[in-house]
Structure formats: structure tokens, C-alpha cells
């Protein structure tokens, strides 16, 4: 049984990468198909109106990354760092701690994004075939 877990690490990275990167392509691929509403979505949220291309292109690139695990480690940090401001300006200040559906989504994002930039994509990952795919405990 000690042997399984180690094992199951590298299906847990890829479901972990899949799942987190195919979010964040659906949300960035919606924010530049509609790119005018979303730029005056992000003026009304505080945000310049650029944003909503910055944020759109951050989250559609990344998603492929985090799905091809290329990049993985940096492209999660600066998604979990979009999501933890989208976090600290837009859904905690709209909505008490205690209604946690209106910001699920961002903090699951964030913490996954967060998890992947820590362990790194696992070996199912084309960074691993460049040599930068194992996780922190195996020395990477």
C-alpha cells in the first residue's frame, strides 16, 4: 500500500492540471470572445479596461500550458496570483467569508494553480520531457 501513493502522484498532478487548465481556457476564451463587455466589466470592478485582455490572454494560454504541463510551474504562480486578486478585489469585498458560493470558483482556482506551482506538474507533463517535470520532494 505505501507504494500506491507515489504512484497515483502522477495521475493526480495530470487530472489536477487538466481539470485547472481546461477552467481557466473556457473563462479566458469567453473573456476574449466578448472582449468590449468584458473590458467594461473589469472598468465597473475597479480594474482598467485592458485588463480584461491581460487577464483573458493570462488564463487562455495558461490553460493550454497547465494542460500540455509546459511552463507549469510559473504559469500556475501567475494564475494563482490573478485569482487571489481577483479574490482580494472583486468576490470577498461583494460578499461576506461565510457565502463561500460566491467565490468558490476563484478560490479552487487559486489553491489549485498555488498547488501546481509548489509540486509541479508531475511526469506526465512536457516539461518533464525538457527535465523540469518532477515534483520538489524528488529534488527538482
Known amino acids: ?12 498532478l495530470l487530472l489536477l492540471r487538466a481539470a485547472v487548465g481546461l ?4 473563462h479566458g476564451s469567453m473573456k476574449l470572445d466578448d472582449l468590449a463587455a468584458w473590458q467594461r466589466n473589469f472598468v465597473h470592478m475597479g480594474f482598467p479596461g485592458y485588463f480584461a485582455f491581460v487577464a483573458g490572454g493570462l ?12 511552463f507549469a510551474r510559473i504559469t500556475g504562480l501567475l494564475l494563482a496570483g490573478e485569482m487571489l486578486i481577483a479574490l482580494i478585489r472583486v468576490h470577498w469585498p461583494a460578499a461576506p467569508l461565510t457565502r463561500v458560493g460566491a467565490y468558490e470558483l476563484p478560490l479552487l482556482l487559486a ?11 508531475g ?18
Open 1 to 12: 500500500m505505501k507504494n500506491l501513493f507515489p504512484r497515483l502522484e502522477c495521475l493526480a
Open 23 to 26: 477552467v481557466f481556457l473556457w
Open 123 to 140: 511526469s506526465a507533463a512536457v516539461d518533464r520531457l525538457r527535465g523540469r517535470g518532477r515534483s520538489l520532494r524528488s529534488g527538482a
Open 111 to 121: 489553491a489549485g494553480s498555488f498547488a501546481l506551482f509548489v509540486l509541479g506538474p
Open 59 to 70: 488564463e487562455t494560454v495558461g490553460g493550454i500550458l497547465l494542460i500540455l504541463g509546459l
